[in-house]
């Protein structure tokens, strides 16, 4: 089974500063299958990334995705105030068909 | 416009059966490249993905809790239902469903959840 690690638990920034969020695999996965999703108190995760680098539909291009092998990028350019919420990445692996999610990582307002 | 709704009892007993279902409305369940699935989010946790089906009855479970859940499509009703079976604490958690694209394999329509509490 591929363990998702995300680092750091807790991200404390400013209104406008630049995040940037890590995703370690326990071991190499393709980055067509790795995902990041945003989730806000009270609402389900909304898709974000896909295939590790593309936006989703109606996604701002200040959230971008970058990475392959085991180690996989989420970055926030200028952090607006509704970007503040939880991160999770999320892979596919095939053998057997499973998905499998990070612990998340906490964004909050600094 | 694809919409997801989970609907089912907010508090099971332990040892009984926790039983959902999520309602499929703008879109055929039965489309082609698509699976439907269940995940779950105890207190103070993570995202776990319980399991996920096509239309067709093709079922794919977590390991971790296969004994114990059935996932299956009702395509006359648009739904899609999820049981798991023998039920502790652990399986306290808001259930959200959802729907798989197998290109990617992202979960790109989410329902808005519905909180499950196991006790006595």
């Known amino acids: 089974e591929i363990v998702l690690t995300q680092s750091p638990g807790t991200l404390s920034l400013s209104p406008g500063e630049r995040g940037t969020l890590s995703c370690r695999a326990s071991?190499?996965?393709?980055?067509?299958?790795l995902a990041w999703y945003q989730q806000k108190p009270g609402q389900a995760p909304r898709l974000l990334i896909y295939?590790?680098?593309s936006r989703a539909t109606g996604i701002p291009d200040r959230f971008s995705g970058s990475g392959s092998g085991t180690d996989f990028t989420l970055t926030i350019s200028r952090l607006e105030p509704e970007d503040f919420a939880v991160y999770y990445c999320?892979?596919?692996?095939?053998?057997?068909?499973?998905?499998?999610f990070g612990q998340g990582t906490k964004l909050e307002i600094k | 416009q694809l919409q997801l709704q989970e609907s089912g009892p907010g508090l099971v007993k332990p040892s009984e059966t926790l039983s959902l279902t999520c309602t499929v409305s703008?879109?055929?369940?039965?489309?082609?490249?698509?699976?439907w699935d269940w995940i779950r989010k105890p207190p103070g946790k993570g995202l776990e993905w319980i399991g996920s089906?096509?239309?067709?009855?093709?079922?794919y479970y977590n390991p971790s809790l296969k004994s114990r859940v059935t996932i299956s499509v009702d395509t006359s009703k648009n739904q899609f239902s999820l049981k798991v079976t023998s039920v502790t604490a652990a399986d306290t958690a808001m259930y959200y469903c959802?729907?798989?694209?197998?290109?990617?394999?992202?979960?790109?329509?989410w329902g808005q959840g519905t909180m499950v509490t196991v006790s006595s």
């Open positions: 959802a729907r798989s694209y197998t290109v990617f394999y992202t979960f790109d329509i």
């Open positions: 703008g879109a055929s369940i039965s489309s082609s490249g698509y699976y």
């Open positions: 089906s096509y239309y067709s009855g093709t079922t």
């Open positions: 071991q190499s996965i393709s980055s067509s299958y």
């Open positions: 295939g590790a680098s």
């Open positions: 999320q892979q596919y692996g095939s053998s057997p068909p499973m998905y499998s």
